[in-house]
């Protein structure tokens, strides 16, 4: 699929007020395309219950609940058996979370309604930070990045969640990034047509946030699966399948960039290069990154 | 590394002795000042600057900064690190302290020693963030289940936001009890100018921990080392005393009591006396213009600024008006409304809600004058003149 092919029907209308460059409004614009209108959207607290709607403006047509934080997907489970008792099973119930609405406040409601095997697709929409109070440090913020609450530098890698949510053993699950529309386009159709919980996660690099210029979100995105840091990927009943670069590097047909490519043109990793380079700290990132691609080879492979 | 309060340090990390500051980091240099070694984080606005300030200064006094994975998190970890044996502290706003409100009760069930500030915003639920407000002010009060007391502060500057969180910590460690400082957004994101006190002039409390022989101790009653005092020696985890700590009624020594009526009474009649029995002491309010009032104002926080204005006016117009500023809102200070409604023919309370602490005041007054609500919802303080109105209205 060529990215001429995806549906010319916008849902996600002109009233954002994401800043420039957000990759929020790239991955929702899609997700809109591809789940059509029929669909229920419950958000927490993040960019978006904020960005597509303040008044007098809206960005979007289809019925949305912003709920409290911690509650997306407990929220959306009740939803979805709303509809069902209306007989309408045909409407698509989503969650979409940031990451500390997923990672940290919102993992509990997230299980939950995972185990409970609740009808909907949970997508979570990683900047890797708390953005909407100001860019402070998450269960997704990577080793060494600054944030407001980790000065020098977060001291703690991140949570692997494709693997937490992997444990739970639901229909389908994927790793995709907002540099990649088919690919996403792809898994959220895959994911419409499957009964049963779902979860997709979409790497969203912020330009405030991560400290970059806001013309290069979808370059960020790029570079870091092709650095190794982010893996496209999708499960299916167990059955792990990596996914475009991913499934080069997984394979060994291609070798992952150095860290530093990707790094270095974040604000959030400056102090790992100036006033002199840290590569104590980025060999840290480094070999990480290796670690959890030779577990990725030795498990998935 | 153990952490030890160090005066030099906490003065060379807060620097200047007069600086121009947001509120939210005035909590922060109050909590530095007071000792505080840990704080347990979670960003939210409009508090998300406290733990921000926490972040940065608070490792370099050789505390402890942890950002939670959610507000329950943070209260959780607050309550654990004051049984660690570390003053703690923890901040957020509307959503965050409802979710904090059952640990809230936690701690004054297992009488914790801990400090939350407030940077009260709209609600309900996310409401308006960033706005200020006063709506959680009857939550403070009551928004855990059963029957506790709150201890509440009310800062109306920045200065008071430092003061009042080092005023928190010392009557937390007083009573042990959670201290509340109900700052709101207006009054957090205000930048103002602060003067840092010198050490010497700097009160502070710590709990009193338990020295009795170790066979001989109770944790949870009247201190054994104090004379009439209903605030039991604090065993601090890991000094050999035998501790256990439950949110479930317990007896004396700490036990579950679930079944037994003499013993929740008891329980609860002291960790509640304990503070009631002082409410006078804890009384602390400014007066203006009140020895000739025929009517007043009674407010407190945010409102508290439009209002001294408002009453200015009114005084220029010949109206006999005061004011009373509750600096500590709890516990109400139901001696001085109550005389206060002997002297006057009205109350007026402006406060940023549809009106909460305008209740207790008028059972204070108890029918001596007529109380009424001001209220102001929406994120914005009152204009001087919204209040003022009040005092022209028959």
Redesign the interface.
Known sequence: MALKDLPTKECYIPGSAACPGCPATIALRIVYKALGKNTVKVVP?CCT?VIESLHPHTSFDIPTM?I???AAAAGASGVEAGLRMQGKTDTTVVAWAGD?GT???G?QALSGALERNTNFIYICYNNEI?S???I??S?ATPYGAWT????LGKTEFRKEMGEIIMAHHIPYSAQTCIAYPEDLFKKLRKAKSINGPKYIEIMAPCPPGWRFPMEKTVEMGTMAVETGAWALYEVEKDKITFNGKSKLILEGKIDRKPIDDWIIYQGRFRHLFRPKKDTKRIKEIEEHIEKMWERYRSCYL | MKYKRDPKRIRQVLGKKVQFILGDMACVYGGLLAGCSFFG?????PA?EV??GM??RLPRVGGT?I?M???IGSIAAVIGAAWGGAKSMTATSG?GFS?MMENYGFAAMTETPCVIVNVQRTGP??GQPTLGAQGDMMQARWGTHGDFEAIAFAPSTVQECMDFTIEAFNLSEKYRNPALVMTDGEVGHLRERIIIPEEKDLKLIDRVEATIDKKKFIPFTNSQTRKNCKVPDFPTFGTGYRTYVTGLTHNEKGFPATDKQPDHERLVKRITEKIIDDADKLVSVEKFNLDDAEIAFVTYGASARPTESAMEMGRKNGIKVGMLRLKIVWPVPEKEVHKLAKQVDKIIVPEMNLGQMVHPIREAANGNCEVICAPKIGGEIHYPDEVYKYLEAK
Not at chain 1, 148 to 151: E, G, I, L, S
Not at chain 2, 41 to 45: A, E, L, R
């Open positions: 607290a219950a912003n409290a934080f911690e500390g990672y940290d406040i993992i708390y909407n109070t100001g402070q440090r269960g407001t609450t980790t000065v | 984080g979670y960003p939210i606005t998300s733990a921000e972040a940065r900064y950002q994975e959610d507000e959503p979710l639920s996310t």
